[in-house]
């Protein structure tokens, strides 16, 4: 297994994954081409962020997106993580450990001040995952207000 960052050619099976997340993660139903545009957008836009992509063989098996947010409190940059996604059968097998000690080692080299990821409040699994690499939670509550569809 080794990660790299994903290409535009990587789009179809990161949007795949983005759907089983958000059925598996938050029962929610997303539509393939929608977000098959957003994954080809931000990976022609490095100033959205990245997606890094774990790969056995030829085959990507796991996956994790980064964005960027400007933090005027800390004049860095803090990462978020998101889209995190592991193949079923890759599951419990150092695979999201590897993705996310890739971006470690790349946020440290970019002098980022924090990564930081949210997670659903029912995905108790995640957490655990989530705690042991020694991510804590954070005293924060996420609020949102849609303006379209």
Sequence with gaps: ???RNASL???AAIARFNVSLAEESEREELEYHTVLKGVRT???DERKGFYLVAVDRDDIIGQLMVTFEWSDWRN???WWLQSVYVKNE???RGVFKRLFEEAWLRA???????LRLYVHESNRRAMKVY?????EPAPYRVMQRPLAK
Aim: glycine share 14%.
């Design 1 to 3: 297994m080794h990660v």
């Design 9 to 11: 050619e990587d789009a």
């Design 42 to 44: 931000l990976l022609s």
């Design 76 to 78: 860095r940059n803090t």
């Design 90 to 92: 890759w599951r419990r």
């Design 108 to 114: 440290a080299k970019e002098g980022v001040g924090m």
């Design 131 to 135: 705690g042991r690499i020694g991510m």
